[in-house]
């Protein structure tokens, strides 16, 4: 019986050391410390290289690899240090992951999307002619601040009529923020908030919320900048693209909320009425 399980043992252990001991043959470019760096991996890679004309493929894709192997040891001793573990990388890794899934989602839908037809893209262009025809640069006198937790600091900025009194303003709020010269290409801004900018009268400030910052600026020049016949219609295609795309998503999106259950904790639902006032401090 001894010498079976002795048998047995020493089985396993080849069993063992043979998995461990990989040889990087077919579709495994190379094994670092048993894990494989396979063939797929190393080309998703170079395809985000850029190579120059007349370079060697194959030392490129040499130089990638060491890359990759490098990437892996690190990778390997903050393992042994424990980092994967820590509640920080988790939440990275599941930050990294959905934005990954939702960047192929994105690719997925690229590729199924119809080409428009010659006369979508024409209406296109004529619907948008501050991308194209009158398409302008404006050159600018910027402020930019973080935006506020309490939104309603913001409308002290209402009264300011120009540029030195919005900066007192925040000076006076304790907001910082940073002030100078920017340019504005009328082809980012959109059609819409195009025609409110140009609403505002000369020389005075515009207020834009962009994410998690508010810009306040004032044209101060422009310069006409509009895009050939021939140059538009490759524009307007990939525009159109895009916005077919974001579409889409955005269409995903509404529909995979009606049919989420979501719940809250107290004082985190986001479309949750604010809660009412004791009838003593309402008073008050």
Do not use: W
Request: proline residues 6%; negative net charge; hydrophobic residues 40%.
């Amino acid at each position: 019986m001894k010498h079976r399980l002795l048998t047995i043992g020493l089985l396993a252990s080849a069993a063992l050391l043979s998995a461990c001991d990989n040889e990087p043959t077919g579709q495994v470019a190379a094994v670092v410390n048993g894990e494989e760096i396979t063939l797929q991996e190393v080309n998703t890679e170079l395809a985000t290289v850029p190579a120059p004309e007349g370079v060697d493929e194959d030392r490129l894709r040499q130089g990638v690899l060491k890359r990759i192997i490098d990437r892996r040891l690190l990778a390997q001793a903050a393992r042994e240090d424990g980092l994967d573990q820590t509640p920080e990388f988790l939440i990275r890794r599941r930050q990294l992951e959905d934005a990954l899934l939702i960047q192929l989602l994105q690719q997925r839908e690229q590729r199924a999307a119809t080409v428009p037809s010659e006369s979508a893209i024409d209406n296109y262009i004529d619907e948008n002619p501050s991308m194209f025809a009158n398409r302008t640069i404006y050159t600018l006198d910027r402020i930019q601040f973080p935006l506020p937790g309490d939104l309603s600091m913001l409308k002290q900025l209402e009264d300011d009529m120009t540029m030195d009194e919005v900066a007192a303003s925040l000076n006076s709020m304790g907001i910082e923020f940073t002030r100078g010269p920017a340019q504005m290409d009328s082809a980012r801004v959109g059609e819409e908030r195009l025609r409110q900018i140009r609403a505002v009268p000369a020389g005075e400030p515009f207020v834009t919320p962009e994410g998690g910052n508010v810009t306040v600026a004032v044209i101060t020049g422009s310069e006409p900048r509009p895009v050939s016949a021939q140059e538009s219609r490759p524009i307007a295609l990939e525009a159109m693209r895009r916005n077919n795309i974001q579409q889409t998503l955005e269409q995903r999106l509404e529909q995979r909320r009606a049919e989420a259950e979501i719940t809250y904790q107290d004082g985190f639902d986001p479309d949750a009425e604010p809660a009412a006032e004791p009838a003593a401090e309402a008073a008050e």
